[in-house]
């Protein structure tokens, strides 16, 4: 039963910060759930631990999206890796990722949270990297170097307004992100 309301406080927490952001208090919270703060602290103790938790279950939805992508034998090994560091699972492609910056600034311990997320569960994201270089269709890289490549752009647009001020989604930007780091931008051709 406990699980069946955190889930369902969860659910809600996703839809409040789709209209609200992180303005949203816990009477938002409260009436979208049509029940009371005072049921929800019975869950969790505060804001902050909500949004630690709804950061865990965005992660763990990529995850499950990522492990679909690798799972289709339509994809090449250059097209999984893409897709799997751009994933963004359908239920949560509307969440505004914009305002992760005033997440740093106003929830650290959900913040941090991310980091930590963003800076594991790369075991596939290599395997596949090892697959390509197997395969020759990918050159041998440092793969420490790539996660953190990776991991530090995306920290670029959490600590600064970035997507704001190009006016770019965080889907689109994982989108580029992925197909530079993977595809490069020498032509194929030109490669030394």
């Known amino acids: 039963m406990q699980q069946e309301w955190k889930d369902r406080i969860l659910d809600g927490m996703v839809r409040v910060y789709r209209s609200k952001g992180l303005r949203l208090t816990m009477d938002d919270l409260a009436a979208e759930l049509g029940m009371s703060k005072k049921s929800i602290y019975a869950v969790y103790r505060n804001k902050t631990d909500i949004l630690v938790d709804t950061v865990d279950r965005i992660f763990d939805a990529v995850a499950a999206e990522q492990a679909r992508v690798l799972a289709d034998p339509q994809l090449t090994t250059v097209q999984k890796l893409t897709a799997i560091m751009s ?30 997320r963003l800076q594991s569960g790369w075991e596939e994201t290599f395997r596949l990297m090892d697959q390509g270089v197997a395969e020759g269709v990918m050159r041998p890289v ?26 770019i989604t965080y889907q689109e930007a994982l989108r580029r992100i992925a ?8 032509q194929r051709e030109e490669r030394a």
């Open 87 to 116: 994933v963004m699972p359908a239920a949560y492609g509307d969440v505004d990722m914009t305002q992760m910056h005033e997440l740093r600034a106003r929830f650290p311990e959900a913040y941090d949270r991310v980091q930590a």
């Open 142 to 167: 440092d793969q420490e170097m790539f996660r953190l490549m990776f991991v530090a752009l995306l920290e670029q647009f959490f600590q600064q307004d970035v997507l704001v001020r190009c006016r």
């Open 179 to 186: 197909d530079i780091l993977v595809n490069g931008i020498i």
